[in-house]
């Protein structure tokens, strides 16, 4: 039901049962009359410390070195873990970094290579402006010689 050397007070039909069981025991007293003991009249007392049987508890320090003692492989294994996890996640965070920055250079590459392209053929359009207005050109020269020609000729 319940620990019995746990500190929770007792419930209500546990102390009914225990008065009653108390009532059931014989009176026994705790010290025997019969036996006679010589009364001292030595004033000194004895205060002397009795041999505990209990072990001190440790220093905190020696707790903790012995705790390290026993147990460093899980602690080092628990380090070694952790510090797995922690670099898992920081390559995963460079990663996402690095991904981020190759997909807005092939962003740039491609507007790059967008531009270029509307530049040669613009490019290619001057070519042919120029082309069409040099083969204009000599054609003007033509007929304007042509026409001084035939100026010429009818002057004389």
Do not use: C
């Amino acid at each position: 039901m319940r620990k019995a050397n746990s500190h929770i007070s007792k419930t209500k039909p546990e102390k009914d049962y225990y008065t009653k069981y108390i009532k059931t025991q014989d009176y026994e007293p705790t010290v025997d009359e019969t036996l006679k003991f010589s009364e001292t009249d030595d004033d000194k007392k004895d205060f002397s410390n009795q041999k505990s049987k209990k072990k001190r508890k440790p220093k905190l320090q020696q707790q903790i070195y012995e705790h390290f003692e026993e147990n460093w492989i899980k602690w080092a294994s628990g380090l070694i873990i952790a510090l797995l996890v922690w670099l898992m996640f920081d390559s995963k965070l460079s990663i996402s970094g690095i991904n981020y920055k190759v997909d807005r250079i092939q962003d740039d590459v491609k507007e790059l290579k967008q531009t270029d392209k509307e530049t040669n053929q613009h490019i290619q359009q001057q070519d042919l402006n120029i082309k069409e207005n040099q083969i204009k050109i000599e054609n003007l020269e033509k007929n304007n010689s042509t026409s001084k020609m035939l100026i010429t000729k009818k002057q004389n």
